[in-house]
């Protein structure tokens, strides 16, 4: 009603979870790292709690955005279920065929196990989120955790994602749901907006809705921010109420006297809530000095006829204790050392405590770990490289290999000049360019053509030419260490994602690659809108499938040996099993390199191999 009067495209204060207005303060940008980083990690659960309305659902709908291609999905928004409706909406949202009638918790169990066991063969990744996961009854809880059991010998095959209110947080402090509690391997609990907050979520919701004129006056925040704790869906529902009644008479703006009109049609008489807080304000007082009055004569009686003393009113009890609200990473369920050192990442992925509070993404850190297991190779896992293009590919692939890398050399604004940061900004914001674009950007850096038209994900459309994905949780110190040209995921001044390829990086800017336009930018404007999510190509080597630890018996070993004799000019070992003399130059060869010395062949320790042995590669440090 009022979106013509003030000049909105639309509402901007609707209460619908659209992630175009999620305003990323730092506690929202810590929780959707804690999201991003346990969907890229290898099963257990993620908990994310908050109070209503604090903005749960709307960061897991951006993470939806995130997901990647060979991820499946299944959404669970009604928890309020058996074990048996669980097992079957789990089965609907996976497209998981079941027989109409007659079936046990083990019928629905069996045929989910044999979709993960499918989908695991085919490098895909099973997600499961739960919403308002608070009204779980404990059965149904109990029957989640046993979902977590579902597992190789090296990675679980469900990763659940669990979002709900605080009193979810007092269920899992219960004895009795210890050993689910115990599979949550991160958590952050959101809390409401704080003044100043309050001031940037209005006025980005306004910028979003297409209005950047001040509709709020300070005074009208004040008391927007003392009328909803903080909280974003009542500002939501206030502003919108106040904008409303701005537009019934004819304001420019919604002045204190209509925010509080607004309070009232919301909240009822406002001078009832006003005389409760006045109440609560001499009421403090008063009850402290009429308890003070009961200890004295407490004290005076116990003195007098030698009672025992009074026990604490609060009980002391260490069972009140509930979960911590910040990030406290669980334990792994999987018992040995080798299968923890193969299934977590050390470095390169940030652990849940390195992201709170949040660290810059293009701050450097160390990163040494051989992660295997958050490689997103396609489902052609043996493909070895090969001259043959892909089939299916556009006639006109060459040209836009051409015309791709074409870009590099176009003219952009010097990093440092404010005209560089701000055509980027605008970029984002204003242009709508998707993965397509940064994926063919990216296939150019490579000079290998990217098929847009086809159905074939880009992973197996790398898999043709030889390549594998990498999809990742860093830091530009991540970046410099993988060496390749990378597609980062930003988020935008409204908080929509946008994928840009990343070619290069120097001591202190960056070349993107975004909508057929490329920008130079300062390291520091790149850490406005990236939060540390990426994807890059890596050359595999003939046979590769997975990362090998010492003592095994691997197709690799020959190509090993023979890469590694020739990088540190030694002989060859001319054994056909990772023994112990090679785990040792391996151990040599990451320790020149920075890595850590582990003896994992994985992605990281053959990408450096590659860098050394093929001059060729596209790299993401240029040398010199």
């Not at 704790?229 to 529902?237: D, E, F, Q, S, T």
């Not at 025992?308 to 018992?335: E, F, I, K, V």
């Not at 652990?351 to 295997?372: F, I, V, Y």
Request: hydrophobic share 40%.
């Amino acid at each position: 009603m009022y979106n013509d009067y003030f000049g909105f495209r639309e509402p901007p204060f609707s209460i619908a979870p659209d992630p175009r207005y999620l305003y990323m303060t730092a506690q929202h940008r810590e929780a959707l790292a804690h999201l991003v980083y346990g969907l890229n990690s290898d099963g257990g659960c993620i908990l994310l709690t908050g109070e209503v309305g604090t903005g749960k659902t709307t960061i897991c709908r951006c993470l939806l955005e995130q997901i990647p291609e060979q991820a499946h999905v299944a959404l669970l928004l009604n928890p309020k279920v058996s074990e048996i409706e669980l097992l079957e909406t789990i089965c609907d949202e996976l497209k998981i065929p079941y027989p109409e009638s007659g079936n046990s918790v083990k019928t629905y169990t069996d045929l989910i196990y044999q979709f993960l066991i499918e989908s695991h063969r085919n490098n895909e990744k099973t997600v499961l989120i739960i919403d308002e996961a608070q009204n779980l009854s404990a059965p149904v809880l109990e029957q989640l955790r046993l979902l977590t059991n579902l597992e190789t010998h090296q990675r679980k095959l469900l990763q659940i994602i669990i979002l709900g209110q605080p009193e979810l947080l007092d269920i899992l402090a219960s004895p009795e749901m210890r050993q689910l509690a115990q599979r949550i391997t991160a958590r952050y609990h959101l809390q409401p907006l704080d003044r100043e907050e309050v001031r940037a979520y209005i006025n980005h919701r306004l910028a979003v809705a297409g209005q950047n004129i001040q509709l709020f006056p300070d005074e009208s925040v004040r008391l927007l921010y003392r009328l909803s704790n903080g909280v974003p869906r009542l500002i939501n529902i206030l502003c919108d109420r106040a904008l409303l009644g701005a537009y019934v008479e004819n304001r420019p703006a919604a002045a204190p006297s209509i925010v509080k009109k607004a309070a009232s049609e919301v909240f009822g008489e406002l001078k009832n809530v006003e005389r409760k807080k006045q109440t609560r304000r001499w009421l403090l007082p008063a009850g402290l000095a009429a308890g003070l009055a009961i200890v004295l004569a407490a004290a005076l009686l116990a003195a007098r006829f030698d009672l025992p003393p009074l026990r604490d009113a609060t009980g002391g009890s260490d069972s009140t204790d509930t979960l911590p609200h910040g990030n406290t990473p669980g334990q792994n369920d999987q018992g040995s050392a080798e299968e923890h050192a193969q299934t977590t990442e050390t470095a390169d992925i940030a652990a849940p405590e390195q992201l709170a509070p949040k660290q810059s993404a293009t701050e450097a850190a160390p990163e040494t770990a051989d992660d295997p297991a958050v490689a997103v190779p396609d489902r052609n896992a043996d493909t070895g490289l090969t001259d043959t293009g892909l089939t299916g590919a556009s006639d006109n692939t060459a040209t836009n290999i051409t015309a791709s890398r074409n870009i590099a050399e176009q003219n952009s604004p010097e990093p440092g000049n404010s005209d560089a940061g701000a055509l980027f900004a605008d970029a984002l914001d204003s242009q709508s360019a998707g993965r397509a674009e940064a994926y063919e950007a990216l296939f150019a850096l490579w000079n290998i053509p990217y098929n847009r038209k086809t159905a074939t994900t880009m992973c197996r459309q790398a898999a043709a030419f030889g390549l594998s994905c990498l999809h990742k949780q860093g830091n530009l110190n991540s970046l410099r260490m993988h060496n390749r040209p990378a597609v980062l995921t930003l988020l935008n001044s409204r908080g929509e994602p946008r994928q840009v390829t990343l070619g290069e990086i120097s001591h202190n800017t960056a070349t993107l690659y975004f909508n057929n336009k490329n920008y130079r930018l300062e390291l520091s404007e790149l850490d406005r809108y990236w939060y540390g999510s990426y994807i890059l190509l890596w050359k595999k080597p003939p046979l590769y499938t997975r990362a090998i630890t010492p003592g095994e018996d691997s197709r690799l070993v020959p190509w090993l040996d023979t890469q590694l004799a020739g990088i540190l000019h030694e002989d060859k070992l001319g054994s056909d099993r990772y023994d112990k003399a090679l785990a040792r130059r391996v151990r040599a060869f990451q320790q020149q390199q920075g890595l850590k010395a582990d003896g994992i062949v994985g992605p990281l320790t053959l990408i450096h191999i590659n860098t050394l042995s093929d001059t060729d590669l596209p790299t993401l440090v240029k040398a010199g």
